[in-house]
């Protein structure tokens, strides 16, 4: 494919537009990427306030799979790509009829379903926990005396630890299927972690990739609340075997754009793949303020067929996330505003709020990354940034 260059000034000039699929905060950091680069962006999203949607050039409010929105989305760019893994596979194969679509279909098809998932990792040799598909009552019966202590997770739309219910025996099994309403499930083993990490690659259409260096992840609840990098606690050996691994993961689904790879580390020191993103991830926003390349410019790099030089990270980071109920302070019902200006004040802070409608508990609002000329500095700063939010300390 041919370089989808940002398009030549003049009077009567029409910028490249490169189209989104999801208008959510990931799309929304792909558009600023975007159009720092002169590109002109355009999102399909239902939701006329979706985050993305507000600071793009065109909006198309339609559901991801109303064939007109397609078409008008085709119509309109140059190339299109993706922000969650949600989207109807369908219709990403529909678009790649008209125009370069990345990552492709069929890897998010893949990446979309647990146990496609894990089946995928088996069979590039990258080990996964051990699992059982859950789809009927035999399922149930069948189910390993071995896999307990267990979690069971929804195959599908889970995302941020909803649609799983913790399993301590046999006999709990069968309720919680019927509590996550009998869909097919994956019912996996719970291991002792000893950290968690994440690997982000970029692949481009030659099969060249690049990777942004191994990040630490700790998640409260089952949603990513800091991100480390460096990774304080992981061995360089084992981080090159990660990512190591992440490129396999990527190339044997001929994979082209940004790939996020999670991984546990066991207390042995194990690697295990937990799942993938087909898309930049929560765990790389601290490329926008750290690197020299952040996940959003490699995502466009990707799908414009741009070069795709190796990213370097030039600060020491720690990411915050920043969730809704931050807005709500104690005993009070109504929202107000956190207090940015003392967070602010810290050296190398860098806010990022995605201009969301509403803030709700547990809702993803924006995040703060810390950057410093070592990690030693940024942790101290971002444990401040905590203290000073009412955030634990990590
Ligand atoms: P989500 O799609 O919601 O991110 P994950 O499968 O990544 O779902 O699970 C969320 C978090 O729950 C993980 O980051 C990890 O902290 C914990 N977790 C998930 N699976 C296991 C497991 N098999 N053993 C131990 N902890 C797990
Ligand atoms: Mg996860």
Redesign the pocket.
């Known amino acids: 494919m041919d370089c989808l260059l940002p398009g030549a000034p003049g009077p009567n000039a029409q910028p490249t537009m490169l189209g989104v699929m999801g208008g959510g905060q990931l799309a929304r950091m792909f558009v600023h990427a975007a159009q720092a680069m002169g590109y002109a962006t355009a999102v399909l999203d239902p939701d006329a306030t979706s985050p993305a949607g507000r600071v793009s050039h065109l909006h198309v409010k339609t559901a991801y799979d109303d064939a007109q929105g397609l078409a008008h989305l085709a119509r309109h760019c140059a190339a299109v790509t993706t922000e969650f893994e949600n989207v109807p596979a369908p219709s990403l194969a529909w678009l790649a009829g008209q125009r370069p679509v990345a990552p492709g279909a069929a890897a998010v098809a893949i990446c979309q379903q647990?146990a496609a998932e894990k089946a995928h990792f088996t069979r590039c040799g990258v080990p996964c926990?051990p699992?059982a598909v859950i789809e009927t009552q035999d399922d149930l019966r069948a189910a390993d005396a071995a896999l307990f202590p267990?979690?069971l997770?929804t195959a599908q739309l889970?995302?941020?630890?909803?649609?799983?219910l913790a399993v301590a025996t046999l006999n709990a099994l069968a309720p919680a299927w019927q509590q996550l309403g009998q869909v097919s499930c994956v019912l996996?083993?719970?291991?002792?972690?000893r950290q968690?990490i994440s690997v982000i690659v970029a692949r481009a259409g030659s099969g060249d990739w690049v990777h942004l260096p191994v990040q630490q992840?700790l998640?409260r609840d089952?949603?990513?609340a800091v991100t480390q990098v460096p990774a304080p606690d992981i061995e360089p050996v084992l981080a090159a075997r990660a990512v190591e691994m992440a490129g396999r993961v990527a190339a044997s689904m001929d994979y082209v754009g940004v790939l996020c790879v999670?991984f546990?580390v066991l207390q042995d020191g194990t690697l295990?793949a937990?799942?993938m993103?087909p898309r930049p991830h929560n765990s790389g926003h601290y490329s926008i303020d750290a690197c020299d390349v952040s996940q959003f410019e490699l995502q466009l790099r990707c799908m414009a067929a741009l070069p795709l030089p190796a990213p370097r990270q030039h600060s020491a980071a720690v990411m915050l996330n920043l969730l809704g109920d931050l807005w709500f302070e104690p005993g009070r019902e109504s929202p107000s505003t956190p207090p940015w200006q003392r967070v602010l004040q810290l050296p190398g802070t860098h806010l990022h709020l995605y201009g969301k409608a509403e803030a709700r508990r547990g809702r993803k609002m924006g995040h703060l990354t810390v950057t410093a000329a070592d990690a030693q500095g940024a942790r101290e700063v971002a444990l401040e940034a905590a203290m000073r939010l009412g955030l634990p300390a990590f």
């Not at 889970?158 to 799983?164: I, N, R």
């Not at 996996?188 to 972690?193: F, P, Q, S, V, Y």
């Open positions: 647990r926990a699992y267990a979690i997770k889970g995302y941020d630890g909803k649609g799983q996996e083993k719970r291991l002792a972690l968690e992840n998640h089952g949603i990513l999670e546990f295990v937990n799942e993103a």
